[in-house]
């Protein structure tokens, strides 16, 4: 079963709430990815998780705050976020960083609006 | 970083035409994916093939590493066809450059009836 799942699907917040993003695989992939999207723009790259340990951060302001609580689990806290962070955040996992046949695959996505 | 080109930017189709998308990239590759984003914005696999050729069913994929580019071929397309297909490309061989995807600007899609 090639499934990403993410939740919430969208999200309305405020400049200063606090709020997470949810994502969940079950294929045994030890690589987990967060991508953003704006609209009309391809996905970005925001961060890499590598045997639940972080292993890049494509230098993300710190209101973005990734957290893998293991290795089926990838969450991303929100905190203080500006509208201009309005955007679809897309989950992905892969079998294994760095190795051959390391297709990625995504979840459906959260489409965050911040007011 | 790698760069990743698509052409065209953008395409309009009659039912049942056949279409070439191209993605051109500017360094060797150790992982190329094409994606197809519906209108929701799910991200569906379509090939993994960072070289040769691949097919399922009337799509197909070749990908020429030693020159650089890769091609979808969507064949008798059909108006769920229609979205965002998108190349998306890694290169290296340590475990964080192999993880980086970087994709391309897309090619949207519309098939008309």
């Known amino acids: 079963d090639t499934e990403v799942t993410q939740t919430p699907k969208h999200l309305v917040m405020g400049m200063t709430n606090k709020k997470s993003l949810k994502c969940e695989q079950h294929?045994?992939?030890?690589?987990m990815y967060w991508y953003k999207q704006k609209a009309k723009k391809p996905p970005e790259l925001m961060f890499v998780y590598s045997y639940e340990k972080l292993s890049i951060n494509e230098s993300v302001p710190s209101r973005f705050s990734p957290e893998c609580p293991n290795s089926s689990l990838l969450n991303l806290h929100l905190h203080a976020l500006q509208p201009e962070d309005s955007a679809l955040y897309l989950c992905?996992?892969?079998?294994?960083?760095?190795?051959?046949?390391?297709?990625?695959?995504f979840g459906p996505g959260t489409r965050l609006t911040v007011l | 970083g790698i760069q990743v080109e698509q052409s065209p930017p953008d395409l309009i189709l009659q039912e049942g035409a056949n279409s070439t998308l191209r993605c051109n990239f500017s360094d060797s590759v150790n992982n190329l994916q094409w994606f197809h984003q519906n209108p929701w914005g799910q991200l569906i696999n379509l090939f993994y093939?960072?070289?040769g050729t691949k097919q399922n069913g009337r799509l197909s994929a070749t990908t020429v590493a030693t020159e650089r580019y890769s091609l979808l071929y969507i064949s008798s397309s059909q108006t769920t066809d229609s979205g965002v297909y998108f190349c998306?490309?890694?290169?290296?061989?340590?475990?964080?450059?192999?993880?980086?995807?970087?994709f391309g600007t897309g090619t949207r899609l519309q098939v008309t009836l």
């Open positions: 992905a996992s892969s079998q294994s960083p760095g190795q051959v046949l390391n297709e990625q695959f």
């Open positions: 294929m045994g992939h030890r690589a």
């Open positions: 998306a490309v890694a290169s290296g061989y340590d475990t964080g450059t192999a993880s980086k995807l970087t």
């Open positions: 093939i960072p070289s």
